[in-house]
């Protein structure tokens, strides 16, 4: 049984910086994608960065680029998402999720919340 656990949540002032953590536990082999999405009181939830494990290959919404950035620490068994420059509309639930199927991996899907197995989340709170 797969399981994610995030960590590194908080709250920080508006142009600070903050570092999340994802623990993956229960599988055999690796997932084909995974990635960090975010979901806002009275908001759907919206992608924030996805990566391709096999090789490490990221994809961001643009408005996102520049800002955030998706790693993975595959030894760990890790992910990462490192977050600068915050804005008061970047507070939300961040959640981590995992993805074996490679179809919902595509580009067409990797923002699209399908993800098969998810985390509890972490709270990002940024103050302006």
């Known amino acids: 049984q797969v399981q994610l656990v995030e960590s590194g949540g908080g709250s920080v002032q508006a142009g600070g910086s903050l570092r999340l953590s994802c623990a993956a536990f229960g599988y055999s082999y690796s997932p084909y994608c995974m990635g960090w999405f975010r979901q806002a009181p009275g908001k759907e939830r919206e992608g924030v960065a996805i990566?391709?494990?096999?090789?490490?290959?990221?994809y961001y919404p643009d408005i996102l680029k520049g800002r955030f950035t998706i790693s993975q620490d595959n030894a760990k068994n890790t992910l990462y998402l490192q977050m600068n420059s915050l804005k008061p509309e970047d507070t939300a639930m961040y959640y981590c999720?995992?993805?074996?199927?490679?179809?919902?991996?595509?580009?067409?899907?990797?923002?699209?919340?399908?993800?098969?197995?998810w985390g509890q989340g972490t709270q990002v709170t940024v103050s302006s």
């Open positions: 990566i391709y494990t096999v090789d490490g290959t990221t």
């Open positions: 999720a995992a993805e074996w199927r490679p179809h919902y991996c595509s580009d067409g899907y990797v923002f699209a919340g399908l993800f098969a197995y």
